[in-house]
């Protein structure tokens, strides 16, 4: 409404210039027609005719955050949905073993013999509630996936090796999850082997402030052989408790939007992203806004490679038919139509070929002053 006057409003509102003077005069104010007005006396002004009159917000389509605002979600549509759950750990201590027994003890009868992982995420069916694991993507990956905005885990299992201890990844875990705020579930594994001391484990692990119930604490520690499958179904039952704690919920009917859990260039069929759906329903042929990259999903598959036309909130699912690779942890938004979705990519892409123009030249100043 800068800069408005009574010319303008005339012509919005069909009635001759000078009649909006002469209406204006009556409300006290002494303006020719070309004098811009100041808002209050628009919006009086507009009352007057009945009409409310509201300032137009130029909205920023290259925004991806305002989807992501569930906050003012109305509660009435949100419906739980299944926890996200990461599993790390110092190297070695057994995360791809225990994500192994994990799917290979929880297909269905259907899948089994048919099952090769094709994504860096699968979900599993337990007492009739849905449990999505993300492989672990490294911890620096994890971090860098966090300083992107992405914050896809809801519950961190920290697995430490009974006959190892705490070691320095276990540490960094420990941080990760601490910076993300994903409550921690311990898993002391190996307790099969001679030389395992679960005992000595929660200890080191009170130094972090990661204490077992029977301690005084309120941490779930389950002792666990993923080699041997024992106790898992523990461990499974303790993350459902722990996410119904949590209370995780979503609206599936709205535009989906979630978070890049890795992408690559497949020569065959173009750029081919895992996404972590985390609000909405994905469909096949949703135009869509990925990091810097925009397209409109060709196909997408689950974690076994089969076509599905749809994705609920906190499903890992494969995509094609993006413009380019967007990068782990960006983050994702279904738009209304393909011509937005693109104008609004290109410009992200745009944006950020400046970005890394500013940095790189930045960059080449400070260490021409270092060598100064
Ligand atoms: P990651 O680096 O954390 O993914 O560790 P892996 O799952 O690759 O396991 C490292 C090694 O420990 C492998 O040789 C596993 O067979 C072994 N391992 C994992 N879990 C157990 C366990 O519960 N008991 C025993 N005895 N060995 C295990
Ligand atoms: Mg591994």
């Known amino acids: 409404t800068d800069g408005m006057n009574a010319q303008d409003l005339a012509k919005i509102l069909h009635r001759p210039a000078a009649e909006i003077v002469k209406k204006l005069f009556m409300l006290g104010v002494m303006v020719n027609q070309n004098q811009s007005l100041e808002k209050d006396t628009i919006e009086i002004l507009a009352a007057d005719y009945g009409i409310e009159a509201k300032e137009k ?14 906050d003012n979600e109305d509660e009435s549509h949100l419906v739980s949905r299944p926890p996200v759950v990461t599993v790390m750990g110092h190297v070695d201590h057994g995360k791809t073993t225990l994500l192994d027994n994990i799917r290979h003890s929880h297909i269905t009868a259907q899948e089994a013999g048919g099952i090769t992982q094709a994504i860096g995420a699968y979900q599993v069916k337990y007492n009739d509630q849905v449990i999505t694991f993300l492989d672990t993507p490294g911890h620096a990956a994890f971090s860098e996936m966090r300083a992107r905005g992405a914050n896809i885990t809801d519950i961190t299992v920290l697995v430490v090796a009974a006959d190892d201890g705490v070691m320095p990844q ?23 082997k001679p030389g395992a001391n679960p005992d000595h484990v929660t200890e080191q692990l009170t130094e972090y402030g990661l204490i077992p119930e029977d301690w005084g604490g309120d ?17 499974l039952d303790m993350i459902l408790l722990q996410a119904e704690v949590m209370e995780l919920k979503a609206n599936p009917n709205r535009r989906a939007v979630g978070s890049v859990v890795e992408a690559r260039l497949d020569q065959g069929r173009g750029p081919v992203a895992t996404l972590l759906v985390q609000q909405g329903t994905l469909h096949v042929g949703d135009p869509i806004v990925v990091g810097n990259t925009f397209g409109r999903v060709r196909t997408m598959t689950n974690e076994n490679g089969r076509r599905i036309k749809e994705a609920t909130p906190s499903t890992p699912v494969e995509i094609t038919g993006l413009n380019a690779v967007p990068e782990a942890g960006d983050r994702f938004a279904v738009f209304e139509d393909e011509k937005t979705a693109r ?3 290109e410009e992200r892409a745009k944006r950020a070929q400046e970005e890394e123009r500013a940095r790189t030249s930045h960059v080449t100043l400070d260490n021409l002053f270092a060598t100064m």
């Open 219 to 235: 941490t779930i520690f389950v002792k666990i052989s993923a080699k041997f499958g024992k106790n898992i179904d523990e461990l």
């Open 343 to 345: 104008a609004a990519g």
């Open 170 to 192: 276990t540490i960094e875990a420990i941080n990760h999850a601490k910076a993300a705020k994903t409550p921690i579930i311990v898993a002391v594994n190996k307790v099969d």
């Open 57 to 70: 917000v130029q909205e920023d389509i290259t925004d991806l955050d305002r989807f992501f605002d569930v």
